[in-house]
């Protein structure tokens, strides 16, 4: 697996290429240990070019999503297709997880958040009890 990592404004894209597997998900703990001293406002994992995802992939990515919501950073995937998207709705995570329609959509966000009259449409995680 590759991550890319750019830096936009106050926002990190990891964009993800490949497997995200047992083997590959503990590199996403790394470079989020990398990411979060930047104190970004937004993290967004596009994963346009992921092929394959497993458990681990989806812990992976659960982990990212609980400690950037901790840290009260907005976070989003965008670009799911396939396979992954499968693999995320078969875990019932489709809702769960912050989704933007596209990367540009997850970055305007943040440059309209101060703008209320704008609407933007996401997926937005589902309200349940543990």
């Known amino acids: 697996m590759d991550i890319d990592v750019t830096r936009e ?16 998900a503990p590199r996403i703990k790394d470079m989020l240990q990398k990411v979060f001293p930047e104190h970004p406002a937004r993290i967004v994992f596009d994963l346009d070019g992921l092929t394959y995802i497993d458990s681990s992939g989806i812990g992976a990515l659960l982990y990212a999503y609980s400690e950037a919501k901790r840290r009260d950073i907005a976070f989003y995937l965008v670009n799911l297709h396939g396979s992954v998207k499968r693999v995320i709705e078969l875990t019932k995570l489709l809702h769960y997880f912050p989704i933007a329609p596209s990367l540009e959509e997850a970055l305007h966000e943040e440059e309209s958040s101060a703008d209320p009259s704008e609407e933007m449409t996401f997926t937005s995680p589902e309200k349940s009890s543990p």
């Open 9 to 24: 404004k106050h926002s990190f894209i990891l964009s993800l290429s490949g497997e995200l597997d047992l083997y590959q």
